[in-house]
């Protein structure tokens, strides 16, 4: 087998450019994960992402909102580092673990109100934006607003390159993330060969 062509940086070795950003992301986390230092090797990348997310979550959906877009575009895209780390994340804000089992799993939420945001995001990527007007209308019945639905969609395309570029570099679930209790079960639909330090 080709061995991987894509270096996992450290601060030391990665790109001028990429420098900053691995530094914060090593101060966010206590350490560097794999996919942030494999991304390294296109500073734009990296960078690119941490800014996106940093919109994403200045938005005005919730956190638990949020993270529900996340994991539908992660375990749709089977990227098993980002389930891992936002099941992690889902249980610090003390959601059901009923909830993180079955967004892992693919499954309808028992709160409707969720389920409607994993609906709404499915519609978006599995209809490229192109939404039924009846899938648009249940999303705002649950309360939410036209700025909300665009906030999916810049979720949507935050995880999608955070996700894409960590299969493509086939980075790894990192030990301090696999030694928590979500972190090392697979993820429904599809082999999970790489992960996203998101």
């Given amino acids: 087998?080709?061995?991987?062509p894509f270096t996992e940086h450290t601060l030391e070795s990665a790109p001028d450019a990429a420098r900053r950003p691995l530094e914060r992301?090593?101060?966010?986390?206590?350490?560097?994960?794999?996919a942030a230092a494999r991304m390294?090797?296109?500073?734009?990348?990296?960078?690119?992402?941490?800014?996106?997310?940093?919109?994403?979550?200045?938005?005005?959906?919730?956190p638990p909102a949020r993270e529900v877009v996340v994991m539908t575009v992660a375990t749709r895209n089977s990227c098993r580092l980002c389930v891992?780390?936002?099941?992690?994340?889902?249980?610090?804000?003390?959601?059901?673990?009923d909830l993180v089992a079955d967004l892992r799993a693919r499954r309808p939420l028992g709160d409707a109100r969720l389920e409607a945001v994993r609906v709404f995001t499915t519609e978006v990527?599995?209809?490229?934006?192109?939404?039924a007007q009846e899938a648009l209308d249940a999303f705002f019945?649950?309360?939410f607003t036209p700025r909300q639905a665009l906030e999916v969609v810049l979720g949507v395309g935050t995880y999608t390159l955070s996700t894409l570029a960590n299969r493509l570099t086939r980075a790894p679930v990192d030990a301090q993330l696999a030694a928590r209790p979500t972190g090392a079960q697979e993820v429904?639909?599809?082999p999970c060969r790489a992960g996203a330090a998101s």
């Avoid at 087998?1 to 991987?4: Q, S």
């Avoid at 390294?40 to 959906?61: K, M």
């Fill in 188 to 190: 429904s639909g599809g």
């Fill in 25 to 34: 992301i090593q101060r966010g986390f206590g350490y560097i994960p794999s």
């Fill in 125 to 131: 990527l599995d209809r490229s934006g192109d939404v």
């Fill in 40 to 62: 390294a090797a296109s500073p734009q990348l990296l960078e690119g992402f941490q800014r996106a997310n940093a919109l994403f979550e200045a938005g005005t959906l919730d």
């Fill in 84 to 97: 891992a780390l936002h099941s992690a994340r889902l249980a610090a804000l003390d959601a059901d673990p």
């Fill in 1 to 4: 087998m080709t061995e991987n």
């Fill in 141 to 143: 019945a649950r309360g």
